[in-house]
């Protein structure tokens, strides 16, 4: 049986599972080699076909701020040849995938996932967190931020920005106007000193760097003084090339200390 056939008897069951629940299933683009199938609520799952391998996966992981961190963990693992295989075979792995779902383990570790997320309080102000914040000037980002995750095992932070935002951001500044920019200067400023180290590289080297001269100074607006110093400094080492540090010399004096108690070892060894 073909494995889009297979998928709609799979997907039936854990739609079943896991909608009544609140989750929301989402359609993940398809590649060459995999079609995944996405379900977002509480936990994440994803199910996961691999052509090559003719391998079905139940994958999970936490959700931050109503999207998955992109940390899977497989829990299900299933063979699946589309010229061998039956509606039968497509029906045990269904079973199957509901049956880890509601099992007492699953559970558990999602509950105890809600609980750690609400004792601690933060959100986890990452790449992936910042490329979800940027959806709201960029809607076009939502699915490409949706492919990344269904298709590679972490977040590629500044990938995702040199490819993905950053032609979108040039365009979007070079284009708007003064109250637009403003309000699009106020949301990086407060992303930046939200946002881990990745995040204020990307916001610093990748987009601010990647603007032409005058769009630049026009991002300008509502940095604090301190975000604008290294923007600045950040911007005069474009095109230069960094010389490395040289090994400092040794001082005389240590020198000649080392090379006295050199010589003393040497007299003790004869």
Same mark, same amino acid.
């Given at each position: 049986?073909?494995?889009?056939?297979?998928?709609?008897?799979?997907?039936?069951?854990?739609?079943? *599972?896991?909608?009544?629940?609140?989750?929301?299933?989402?359609?993940?683009? %398809?590649? *060459?080699?995999?079609?995944?199938?996405?379900?977002? /609520?509480?936990?994440?799952? @994803?199910? +996961?076909?691999?052509?090559?391998?003719?391998?079905?996966?139940?994958?999970?992981?936490? +959700?931050?701020?109503?999207?998955?961190?992109? *940390?899977?963990?497989?829990?299900?693992?299933?063979?699946?040849?589309?010229?061998? %295989?039956?509606?039968?075979?497509?029906?045990?792995?269904?079973?199957? $995938?509901?049956?880890?779902?509601?099992?007492?383990?699953?559970?558990? @570790?999602?509950?105890?996932?809600?609980?750690?997320?609400?004792?601690? /309080?933060?959100?986890?102000?990452?790449?992936? $967190?910042?490329?979800?914040?940027?959806?709201?000037?960029?809607?076009?980002?939502?699915?490409? +931020?949706?492919?990344?995750?269904?298709?590679?095992?972490? $977040?590629?932070?500044?990938? $995702?920005?040199?490819?993905?935002?950053?032609?979108?951001?040039?365009?979007?500044? *070079?284009?708007?106007?003064?109250?637009?920019?403003?309000?699009?200067?106020?949301?990086? @400023?407060?992303?930046?000193?939200?946002?881990?180290? %990745?995040?204020?590289?990307?916001?610093?080297?990748?987009?601010?760097?990647?603007?032409?001269?005058?769009?630049?100074?026009?991002?300008?607006?509502?940095?604090?003084?301190?975000?604008?110093?290294?923007?600045?400094?950040?911007?005069?080492?474009? /095109?230069?090339?960094?010389?490395?540090?040289?090994?400092?010399?040794?001082?005389?004096?240590?020198?000649?200390?080392?090379?006295?108690?050199?010589?003393?070892?040497?007299? +003790?060894?004869?």
């Amino acid at each position: 049986m073909e494995i889009a056939k297979a998928l709609n008897i799979i997907t039936e069951k854990v739609d079943a *599972a896991l909608l009544p629940k609140g989750y929301q299933r989402h359609e993940v683009a %398809d590649t *060459a080699n995999e079609t995944t199938v996405l379900y977002v /609520g509480e936990a994440a799952y @994803s199910i +996961v076909y691999y052509f090559d391998k003719k391998r079905i996966l139940l994958r999970t992981c936490s +959700v931050e701020d109503e999207e998955p961190d992109n *940390a899977w963990k497989t829990v299900a693992t299933w063979l699946y040849d589309e010229e061998a %295989d039956t509606a039968r075979e497509a029906e045990n792995i269904g079973d199957d $995938f509901v049956e880890t779902i509601n099992g007492p383990r699953q559970i558990a @570790s999602v509950q105890q996932k809600k609980k750690s997320k609400k004792d601690n /309080g933060e959100p986890n102000n990452d790449p992936l $967190f910042f490329a979800n914040r940027m959806i709201a000037f960029f809607p076009e980002l939502r699915d490409d +931020v949706a492919y990344e995750k269904a298709h590679y095992e972490s $977040f590629r932070g500044t990938i $995702f920005a040199e490819e993905k935002i950053l032609p979108r951001f040039r365009a979007y500044v *070079a284009s708007q106007g003064a109250k637009n920019l403003e309000k699009l200067s106020k949301s990086l @400023s407060d992303l930046y000193e939200a946002g881990d180290l %990745d995040v204020k590289g990307i916001i610093t080297y990748v987009l601010l760097d990647g603007l032409p001269k005058e769009d630049y100074e026009k991002m300008l607006v509502a940095l604090t003084p301190e975000q604008k110093k290294i923007a600045n400094a950040s911007r005069k080492l474009i /095109g230069k090339k960094m010389k490395p540090e040289k090994p400092r010399k040794p001082k005389r004096f240590m020198a000649e200390t080392l090379n006295a108690m050199n010589e003393r070892q040497n007299q +003790v060894k004869r």
